[in-house]
């Protein structure tokens, strides 16, 4: 069964702190992404990870793959309020659908 | 830059009632897909398309669904006779190849009473 798990599914967080947000996934696959959503909006791309040890920053948030643990990480560094959001990660598997983890709400508070 | 749109918006529509969902995607895209997201849940996929036909389906996409492209510019998604349970925000998304990025629309929010 094609499973992408995330972890912490809630996370509040104060200003300034850093965290990780985890994914898990079920069966190889060669892409992963990362999107953020604001409440009633659609889904903004925030990376696209390709290959074993891929890394990736922008501004505070740093995405990291591990394809052969099936883990990604989304790390996000001192943290202000308007990164607040809900976070997916989603694995592309064959055929080229995209299978949602359950996505991470993040509060960030001053 | 090219954007996937989506019409309408926002739809409210009795239970048992017809739905047509509409989607433009990016022009020179050939592969189309329909994902829902049940309000606070996680984005499921429904149906992928490519070259006028089906590619792959989810348990989701029952026979009260159908996709079609009928013309050269839209993809649609239809539900033939609404349930409650089929409220959610529908996301059109598209993608030059299915190892490409998918972009997707800002979602149509169907609401069934």
Redesign the interface.
Known sequence: ELKVEQNPLFLSMQEGKNYTIYCNYSTTSDRL?WYRQDP????E?LF?LLSNGAVKQEGRLMASLDTKARLSTLHITAAVHDLSATY?C?VVFE?????????TELSVKP | EPEVTQTPSHQVTQMGQEVILRCVPISNHLYFYWYRQILGQKVEFLVSFYNNEISEKSEIFDDQFSVERPDGSNFTLKIRSTKLEDSAMYFCASAKDRAYEQYFGPGTRLTVT
């Not at chain 1, 009633?40 to 889904?43: E, M, P, R, V, Y």
């Open positions: 992404y009633g909006k659609s889904l791309s696209v997916f989603a055929g080229g659908k995209l299978i949602f983890g359950q996505g």
